[in-house]
Nanobody, 128 residues
Framework: QVRLVESGGGSVQSGGSLRLSCAFS????????MGWFRQAPGKEREGVAV???????SYADSVKGRFTISQDNAKNTLYLQMNSLKPEDTAMYYC??????????????????????WGPGTQVTVSS
């Protein structure tokens, strides 16, 4: 059974940093791609960053240069380092995994519909 649990959310001021973690348990076949997604009130869920098992990554334009996704396969943990946070980054952040990676060129796609396993989420609030 696949299980993902996020941690590390919280409240920070604009310009601050947070590191999210996602502990994964379950078969390795279920984590060909892993990613971070977020959903703000009244908005659709969007893909923030995705990484495949070879380490290829893709990012939403709004977070490029500020967020970094990484994974520690030995610890079965996914990370999202978030720097220079802005109020518009405020959202519930979700970790997700998939049994298949879909690509646009060499970059894994970030569509939520491509991911079948989800964590319960962790709240990130950035104040101005």
């Amino acid at each position: 059974q696949v299980r993902l649990v996020e941690s590390g959310g919280g409240s920070v001021q604009s310009g601050g940093s947070l590191r999210l973690s996602c502990a994964f348990s379950g078969g390795s076949h279920s984590r060909q791609c892993m990613g971070w997604f977020r959903q703000a009130p009244g908005k659709e869920r969007e893909g923030v960053a995705v990484i495949d098992r070879d380490g290829f990554t893709s990012y939403a334009d709004s977070v490029k240069g500020r967020f970094t996704i990484s994974q520690d396969n030995a610890k079965n943990t996914l990370y999202l380092q978030m720097n220079s946070l802005k109020p518009e980054d405020t959202a519930m952040y979700y970790c997700a995994s998939s049994v298949v990676c879909y690509y646009s060129g060499i970059f894994p796609r970030r569509g939520p519909a491509d991911f079948g396993y989800w964590g319960p989420g962790t709240q990130v609030t950035v104040s101005s």
